[in-house]
């Protein structure tokens, strides 16, 4: 196994966050349970309300994926391995998303195995009934993607990288979408990398100061 796949499995990375991203992430609250069910809630109603105004109709929301030579669900677990694995190297290289991987542990810990299920299982589901939905499909993909990685932004400076990862992901799993003509795709893609990547960010919190459990 070469020396990142170790590192990356094995969890023996990353070096520390700088000193100035340690101190504005302790400022920073995590997200409760009823905050995120909430906010997809919402989010899952206003896909279907949307939804139920185009010609295609609510029920283009559960298409199935069309047969294709590559099976629907082998495309989408190889777009979310490539999502997990690539983010994983570079951060054992640049600073920038090693500070950014420690703030976003702290916005979600502490990460258990509920607080996984519920995080990564309803942003997969219902930000994909949305932005690969409704949106998608009024607006084209690129434009569903951009608007995908402002809403992980939340219009700050510093969280940049992370709506840049965010567009990158809204292509791929719009791509994906196009390709198979169904949200089966793009939804298991998005909850495979959440989840993954919500244990892979564990290993941010000690140096984060929040509790793993």
Same mark, same amino acid.
């Given at each position: 196994? =070469?020396?990142?796949?170790?590192?990356?499995?094995?969890?023996?990375?990353?070096?520390?966050?700088?000193?100035?991203?340690?101190?504005?992430?302790? /400022?920073?609250?995590?997200?409760? *349970?009823?905050?995120?069910?909430?906010?997809?809630?919402?989010?899952?109603?206003?896909?279907?309300?949307?939804?139920?105004?185009?010609?295609?109709?609510?029920?283009?929301? &559960?298409?199935?994926?069309?047969?294709?030579?590559?099976?629907?669900?082998?495309? %989408?677990?190889?777009?979310?391995?490539?999502?997990?694995?690539?983010?994983?190297?570079?951060?054992?290289?640049?600073?920038?998303?090693?500070?950014?991987? %420690?703030? *976003?542990?702290?916005?979600?810990?502490?990460? +258990?195995?509920?607080?996984?299920?519920? #995080?990564?299982?309803?942003?997969?589901?219902? /930000? /994909? *009934?949305?932005?690969?939905?409704?949106?998608? /499909? +009024?607006? +084209? &993909?690129?434009?569903? %993607?951009?608007?995908?990685?402002?809403?992980?932004?939340?219009?700050?400076?510093?969280? &940049?990288?992370?709506?840049? #990862?965010?567009? !990158?992901?809204?292509? *791929?799993?719009?791509?994906?979408?196009?390709?198979?003509?169904?949200?089966?795709?793009?939804?298991?893609?998005? =909850?495979?990398?959440?989840? !993954?990547?919500?244990?892979?960010?564990?290993?941010?919190?000690?140096? %984060?100061?929040?509790?793993?459990?």
């Amino acid at each position: 196994m =070469t020396r990142p796949f170790r590192k990356f499995f094995g969890r023996s990375w990353p070096a520390k966050p700088s000193v100035h991203a340690l101190l504005s992430i302790a /400022e920073r609250p995590a997200l409760s *349970l009823p905050m995120v069910i909430s906010f997809h809630l919402a989010v899952f109603g206003a896909a279907v309300a949307w939804q139920s105004l185009l010609p295609a109709g609510v029920a283009a929301l &559960w298409r199935p994926p069309k047969d294709l030579a590559i099976p629907w669900w082998v495309a %989408a677990l190889g777009a979310s391995w490539l999502l997990v694995l690539g983010p994983a190297v570079l951060e054992a290289r640049l600073p920038a998303l090693r500070d950014l991987a %420690a703030e *976003l542990y702290t916005s979600i810990a502490p990460v +258990t195995p509920l607080r996984i299920a519920v #995080f990564a299982g309803l942003s997969g589901l219902c /930000e /994909e *009934l949305l932005f690969r939905g409704p949106v998608q /499909e +009024t607006l +084209t &993909w690129p434009v569903a %993607a951009l608007l995908f990685g402002a809403l992980h932004g939340g219009g700050s400076r510093r969280l &940049w990288l992370w709506s840049a #990862f965010a567009v !990158i992901a809204g292509m *791929l799993f719009g791509a994906l979408v196009d390709l198979y003509d169904s949200l089966s795709p793009a939804i298991v893609a998005h =909850t495979t990398v959440n989840a !993954i990547n919500m244990q892979r960010l564990r290993q941010y919190a000690p140096v %984060a100061g929040r509790p793993q459990r």
